[in-house]
């Protein structure tokens, strides 16, 4: 049964700083891996999608990297603004349903 | 990219009650949807896959008497709680991939806020 874990559970950061978000899953055997923004009380919105033949995605500040046969994908923030303050999810799909990490919740302190 | 619709946002009903949760794709043919539920601090939880035009795939533990969903149509699939209960406060969320981009990014509806008192 896949598994998805994301490292740190919290990070709490100055603005401006560089961080890198964590996550691992158990079973290389996936279709792709999403990358998610959730703010409190709100849905999901799609940040990254990697395919699994890919080894990473950008989109302006991130930029998400996948190395399957290892299991794991960071999602790396570039100068990071309070705005960002949020939990982020990763998941990875088998091409049907998704299996969700616990995400990591994010402070960014102006 | 495309959009999945889910109504209401957020609803409070008395124990023991039914209510229903949509979840449309609003610019695309969905045949198969999510259901995810989410308790706070938690990260999303699969209950089931709704088919269009047939039974929908429940998750283990998942009681399917409880959690009714209909798919009748390429763009609509509902998620009804039946007799609810405190317990079943929760955020539910739906999403739904689009066929015709040929991957499977999905796209979440708002989600709901239900509170059962």
């Known amino acids: 049964k896949q598994e998805v874990t994301q490292i740190p559970a919290a990070l709490s950061v100055p603005e401006g700083e560089n961080l890198v978000l964590n996550c691992s899953f158990t079973d290389s055997a996936i279709y792709n891996l999403q990358w998610f923004r959730q703010d409190p009380g709100k849905g999901l919105t799609s940040l990254l999608l990697?395919?699994?033949?890919?080894r990473e995605q950008t989109s302006g500040r991130l930029n998400a990297s996948l190395d399957k046969s290892s299991g794991r994908s960071t999602l790396y923030i570039a100068a990071s603004q309070p705005g960002d303050s949020a939990t982020y999810l990763c998941?990875?799909?088998?091409?049907?349903?998704?299996?969700f990490g616990p995400g990591t919740r994010l402070s960014v302190l102006p | 990219g495309a959009v999945v619709s889910q109504h209401p946002s957020w609803v409070i009903c008395k124990s023991g009650t039914s209510v229903k949760i949509e979840c449309r794709s609003l610019d695309f043919q969905a045949t198969t949807m999510f259901w995810y539920r989410q308790f706070p601090k938690q990260s999303l939880m699969l209950m089931a896959t709704s088919n269009e035009g047939s039974k929908a795939t429940y998750e283990q533990g998942v009681e399917k008497d409880k959690f009714l969903i209909n798919h009748a149509s390429l763009t609509l699939s509902t998620l009804t709680v039946t007799s609810a209960h405190p317990e079943d406060s929760s955020f539910y969320i739906c999403s739904a991939s689009d066929p015709s981009t040929g991957n499977t990014e999905a796209f979440f509806g708002q989600g709901t806020r239900l509170t059962v008192v």
């Open positions: 990697i395919q699994s033949s890919q």
């Open positions: 998941a990875v799909t088998d091409g049907q349903n998704f299996v």
